[in-house]
């Protein structure tokens, strides 16, 4: 198979994954509560990850002497108990509409990048890009408030909720912008030590919610109906379209990657409709917007690209002159 087909295959399946855990949350919130159900997922998947690191490339992956685990932990904590607590608390506070605003939340993803890698390596954006995130914006609230703005103001638990799925996406932001620091590892040894170190976060805050009371240690019968949801989102929606994705972006790279973001509102809204939530038109056009934003964005920075590497080339040839 050409590697490149390879890469977008990989882009796609994950982005496929993910647009159907949305859904697929929706049904196991109502069992479960989202920090006890993140406890569980990446529970599993953490072991996975770790069985199939030892497979592949044998007990001194997991050494982290003289390794900056801090960060490594970090960059973890972020994305796992970050993402996983405030993003299905998020959509569990949205009610049965969450699944849709959660999933349009992450098609925002690519421009929270922009912002982020601005913020911790100073590589502002173009002006353009602006522009673009704006309309990438101007969808997203089209879609959580349904064409009724005033909704977000009149209804505290919305507002919240949808604090918290931004404050998850972007959580996932950093994590993924976190694997640049750590050129020398695999992308399943980042994924597999990050998870594990992650675990220790989203455990402790478990333990804590509980020790509150807060929260309440889940009966048998709630883990068990929501046995085959656990297996999906640790299994399919964790450990195989998290290492798809980064092998996909490694191969294809993350300008054409974050493309393939558009396709988790897409399956989300797919999936909604078939279990019987299906979006109004103004949040199908707050979607499209979006997905708009976000090619249009794309374009423009392959433009200013090609654009650069000429004028590189050209200052180059008149140095050595």
């Known amino acids: 198979m050409n590697t490149y087909i390879k890469g977008l295959l990989c882009c796609l399946l994950a982005t496929l994954s993910w647009g159907a855990m ?21 529970g599993i998947a953490g072991i996975a990850f770790a069985l199939l690191l030892l497979f592949r490339e ?14 490594a932990w970090l960059f973890g904590t972020l994305g796992f108990a970050g993402f996983g607590f405030l993003v299905f608390l998020g959509q569990h506070l949205a009610g049965p509409s969450g699944a849709l605003t959660a999933s349009i939340m992450m098609a925002t993803m690519p421009m929270l990048g922009l912002l982020t890698i601005w913020a911790l390596k100073k590589v502002r954006p173009h002006a353009s890009t602006f522009g673009f995130i704006l309309l990438s914006f101007s969808g997203v609230m089209l879609v959580i408030t349904n064409g009724d703005m005033s909704a977000i103001l009149n209804s505290p638990a919305s507002l919240t909720a ?9 959580c996932w932001v950093i994590y993924t912008i976190g694997g640049s620091y750590f050129p020398d590892w695999s992308p399943l040894r980042y994924t597999t ?7 220790t976060s989203v455990s402790a805050t478990d333990l804590v919610l509980i020790g509150t009371g807060l929260i309440t240690v889940p009966d ?6 929501v046995i085959p949801h656990l297996l999906y989102m ?21 300008t054409n990657g974050v493309l393939f973001m558009d396709v988790v509102p897409v399956t989300a809204f797919i999936v909604s409709a078939l279990n019987g939530m299906v979006p109004t038109h103004v949040q199908i056009a707050g979607a499209a917007l979006t997905a708009t934003a976000l090619v249009l964005n794309n374009l423009s920075q392959r433009k200013m690209l090609r654009q650069a590497v000429p ?7 008149t140095v050595r002159r």
Request: net charge positive; proline share 5%; hydrophobic share 55%.
């Open 22 to 42: 949305f859904p697929v949350m929706t049904h196991a919130l109502t069992r479960i509560d989202p920090f006890n159900f993140t406890t569980l997922r990446y």
């Open 58 to 71: 044998g007990r001194p992956a997991f050494q982290l002497k003289n390794q900056r685990w801090g960060l």
């Open 220 to 225: 048998a019968a709630a883990v068990t109906v």
């Open 162 to 170: 949808n604090l918290l799925l931004i404050a998850g996406a972007l």
């Open 193 to 199: 030590l990050t998870t594990l170190l992650g675990m």
């Open 311 to 317: 004028d590189t080339v050209l200052k180059v040839s």
């Open 234 to 254: 640790a299994l399919i929606a964790g450990l195989m379209a998290v290492l798809c994705w980064n092998i996909g972006n490694r191969i294809i790279t993350p």
